[in-house]
């Protein structure tokens, strides 16, 4: 028997037999009114971890004595209608609790001694249902694919395709320890010590400079450093939409702006993409009809399709916004890892209105330097850069002194340039290698297009893959990508992955696409096998 009510679903693991261990399930978790297990999906506790929570509870109080098998994964995933992969989590975590082991051809069963640690840790009750204190609507949802994708992630045995990073054995340490001996011996404390919220005057000029080097003409002064760009994209949120604004964003997007926008309470309405980039002949008409405030666009390899608006479509973009009235956030930080051909001009570089256009242009050094300085910036008319400090002095007063200093130099002295000459083409071999291990992959029915630049390829799949059955899959042979479910405002019919090439060495990216070909082969057996697409539905956003 099976009952959801709104939105919780109590499943009855009752008298159902193990066949193969001749072990009923409620052997297996006895309790919670005699058979049940509670699955509250609108709990802000992560479905896996109340999974853990509630056999955690049965053994450490002896309820579950040891040596109890629990149910096999699979067999518990379908009674509870959550995805193998949550229950592979689950399972995990208990293991790491030590609580229970597996066994080769018996399972998984509870340990005789469970650690004191376990034991101490199921002891500390929380001393208040924060939960109850947060605050509620959208904005305090917790994305779930999210987070249980960061927790697969941490698993030594996964091979992440799922990050955004540049590659940490490429970073030039060297030329930091040296930038950063210069820096203490001609600034002393001055690097250390708290500085203006607009940023630093040196790293003003050099990213103004910068820009100028794009051809967006901006002075010092039309420049905000920003906490990484994700601060930046929350500030255009704190200052310019109130709840129910609409906000125009591709389809798909970056998954961290959708975060902010939706932070915001923003309504938000896709344009798709394609291999040009927006699709500007549908713009108008959503123009029109919902009269956004802001249209965010990631014009240059965009995440995560590695799609580069064309020139065309660039001017049309900005004669549409500016015939509409609507501000444009053009969110560009991959335009320096460009791998075949310079892309275009940046949307306000070619804004025929230049300083006086409707363009704020955002950007980062996370994915050409040192992500952890948490350097970004913005690039606006004065009027915009000084609202945006009064939201950012409420936010952090000011982004890391240290790190500001050491772009600064690594920007003025050349340094960025030379690193990115060294870099880029080892970036464009990784792409050719994932490329060549997802080859094998167009017999499955895999299509991806060949990114130009940036840091991903964008993988559709095969329309009879159901999602649910190849992150389940993926979760068991160790590897983890990007659900392209999170990178859309909307659900779409056809599913995809993102896939990272960059953060991975050639060995490791050959294995990653090895696994997750093997994944996509056996969920294909299995969504073919069973209902097809089962989960993509109710779940567009299946638990990894
Ligand atoms: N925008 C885009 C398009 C991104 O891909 C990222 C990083 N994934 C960010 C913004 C945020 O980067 P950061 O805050 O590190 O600058």
Same mark, same amino acid.
């Given at each position: 028997?099976?009952?959801?009510?709104?939105?919780?679903?109590?499943?009855?693991?009752?008298?159902?037999?193990?066949?193969?261990?001749?072990?009923?399930?409620?052997?297996?978790?006895?309790?919670?009114?005699?058979?049940?297990? *509670?699955?509250? &999906?609108?709990?802000?506790?992560?479905?896996?971890? !109340?999974?853990?929570?509630?056999?955690?509870?049965?053994?450490?109080?002896?309820?579950?004595?040891?040596?109890?098998?629990?149910?096999?994964?699979?067999?518990?995933?379908?009674?509870?209608?959550?995805?193998?992969?949550?229950?592979?989590?689950?399972?995990?975590?208990?293991?790491?609790?030590?609580?229970?082991?597996?066994?080769?051809?018996?399972?998984?069963?509870?340990? *005789?001694?469970?650690?004191?640690?376990?034991?101490?840790?199921?002891?500390?009750?929380?001393?208040?249902?924060?939960?109850?204190?947060?605050?509620?609507?959208?904005?305090?949802?917790?994305?779930?694919?999210?987070?249980?994708?960061? @927790?697969?992630?941490? /698993?030594?045995?996964?091979?992440?395709?799922?990050?955004?990073?540049?590659?940490? @054995?490429?970073?030039?340490?060297?030329?930091?320890?040296?930038?950063?001996?210069?820096?203490?011996?001609?600034?002393?404390?001055?690097?250390?010590?708290?500085?203006?919220?607009?940023?630093?005057?040196?790293?003003?000029?050099?990213?103004?400079?910068?820009?100028?080097?794009?051809?967006? !003409?901006?002075?010092?002064?039309?420049?905000?450093?920003?906490?990484?760009?994700?601060?930046?994209?929350?500030?255009?949120?704190?200052?310019?939409?109130?709840?129910?604004?609409?906000?125009?964003?591709?389809?798909?997007?970056?998954?961290?702006?959708?975060?902010?926008?939706?932070?915001?309470?923003?309504?938000?309405?896709?344009?798709?993409?394609?291999?040009?980039?927006?699709?500007?002949?549908?713009?108008?008409?959503?123009?029109?009809?919902?009269?956004?405030?802001?249209?965010?666009?990631?014009?240059?390899?965009?995440?995560?399709?590695?799609?580069?608006?064309?020139?065309?479509?660039?001017? *049309?973009?900005? @004669?549409?916004?500016?015939?509409?009235?609507?501000?444009?956030?053009?969110?560009?930080?991959?335009?320096?890892?460009?791998?075949?051909?310079?892309?275009? =001009?940046?949307?306000?570089?070619?804004?025929?209105?230049? &300083?006086?256009?409707?363009?704020?242009?955002?950007?980062?050094?996370?994915?050409?330097?040192?992500?952890?300085?948490?350097?970004?910036?913005?690039?606006?008319?004065?009027?915009?850069?000084?609202?945006?400090?009064?939201?950012? !002095?409420? =936010?952090?007063?000011?982004?890391?002194?240290?790190?500001?200093?050491?772009?600064?130099?690594?920007?003025?002295?050349?340094?960025?340039? #030379?690193?990115?000459? /060294?870099? #880029?083409?080892?970036?464009?071999? #990784?792409?050719?290698?994932?490329?060549?291990?997802?080859?094998?992959?167009?017999?499955?029915?895999?299509?991806?297009?060949?990114?130009?630049?940036?840091?991903?390829?964008?993988?559709?799949?095969?329309?009879?893959?159901?999602?649910?059955?190849?992150?389940?899959?993926?979760?068991? !042979?160790?590897?983890?990508?990007?659900?392209?479910?999170?990178?859309?405002?909307?659900?779409?019919?056809?599913?995809?992955?993102?896939?990272?090439?960059?953060?991975?060495?050639?060995?490791?990216?050959?294995?990653?696409?090895?696994?997750?070909?093997? *994944?996509?082969?056996?969920?294909?057996?299995?969504?073919? =096998?069973?209902?097809? &697409?089962?989960?993509?539905?109710?779940?567009? &956003?299946?638990?990894?």
């Amino acid at each position: 028997m099976v009952f959801i009510s709104a939105n919780l679903a109590r499943i009855d693991l009752g008298m159902t037999k193990h066949p193969a261990l001749d072990l009923s399930l409620e052997d297996a978790l006895p309790g919670d009114a005699g058979t049940t297990l *509670a699955i509250d &999906r609108a709990s802000e506790v992560p479905v896996y971890q !109340q999974i853990r929570r509630r056999y955690r509870e049965q053994i450490l109080s002896g309820a579950l004595p040891p040596g109890t098998l629990l149910p096999p994964e699979r067999r518990l995933a379908e009674r509870l209608g959550v995805n193998r992969s949550t229950v592979l989590a689950a399972y995990g975590a208990l293991k790491a609790d030590g609580l229970v082991g597996a066994h080769v051809g018996r399972g998984t069963a509870v340990l *005789a001694r469970p650690t004191l640690a376990a034991a101490a840790e199921s002891r500390r009750e929380p001393a208040l249902a924060w939960r109850e204190l947060v605050r509620r609507g959208v904005a305090s949802r917790e994305d779930p694919v999210l987070r249980d994708l960061l @927790e697969l992630a941490e /698993r030594r045995d996964v091979i992440s395709l799922a990050v955004g990073l540049p590659p940490a @054995e490429l970073m030039p340490l060297a030329e930091l320890r040296e930038v950063q001996e210069r820096l203490l011996v001609e600034r002393g404390t001055e690097t250390l010590l708290h500085s203006p919220t607009e940023g630093i005057a040196p790293l003003r000029e050099s990213l103004a400079a910068r820009c100028a080097s794009w051809g967006i !003409q901006v002075t010092p002064a039309e420049i905000l450093v920003t906490s990484g760009s994700q601060q930046g994209l929350d500030l255009i949120a704190r200052v310019f939409l109130d709840p129910g604004d609409v906000v125009i964003v591709e389809q798909p997007t970056y998954l961290g702006a959708l975060e902010v926008f939706r932070r915001a309470e923003a309504h938000l309405v896709s344009v798709p993409v394609d291999g040009d980039g927006m699709r500007i002949d549908l713009l108008e008409a959503l123009l029109a009809r919902h009269r956004p405030k802001l249209i965010y666009t990631l014009p240059t390899f965009q995440n995560p399709s590695g799609a580069v608006l064309s020139t065309s479509r660039r001017l *049309a973009l900005l @004669e549409l916004a500016r015939r509409y009235q609507v501000a444009v956030v053009e969110d560009d930080p991959y335009r320096d890892l460009a791998y075949d051909a310079e892309p275009p =001009a940046p949307l306000a570089a070619l804004d025929p209105l230049g &300083r006086r256009g409707g363009t704020i242009f955002v950007s980062s050094t996370s994915k050409v330097l040192f992500p952890g300085l948490r350097v970004g910036w913005i690039a606006a008319p004065e009027e915009v850069i000084r609202r945006l400090a009064l939201a950012k !002095q409420s =936010a952090d007063l000011h982004s890391s002194t240290p790190g500001q200093w050491i772009v600064d130099r690594f920007l003025r002295e050349g340094r960025l340039d #030379r690193h990115l000459a /060294r870099v #880029r083409p080892q970036y464009a071999r #990784r792409r050719d290698t994932m490329l060549e291990a997802l080859a094998p992959g167009a017999a499955l029915g895999l299509s991806w297009a060949r990114p130009r630049g940036g840091f991903y390829v964008w993988c559709d799949l095969p329309s009879a893959l159901a999602a649910s059955h190849l992150s389940a899959e993926a979760a068991r !042979q160790g590897v983890c990508y990007l659900p392209g479910s999170a990178c859309g405002a909307q659900a779409t019919t056809v599913e995809h992955l993102r896939l990272n090439f960059t953060a991975l060495a050639p060995a490791e990216l050959r294995e990653g696409g090895k696994r997750l070909l093997r *994944a996509v082969a056996s969920a294909l057996a299995l969504s073919t =096998a069973r209902n097809p &697409r089962d989960g993509a539905g109710a779940g567009t &956003r299946p638990i990894v």
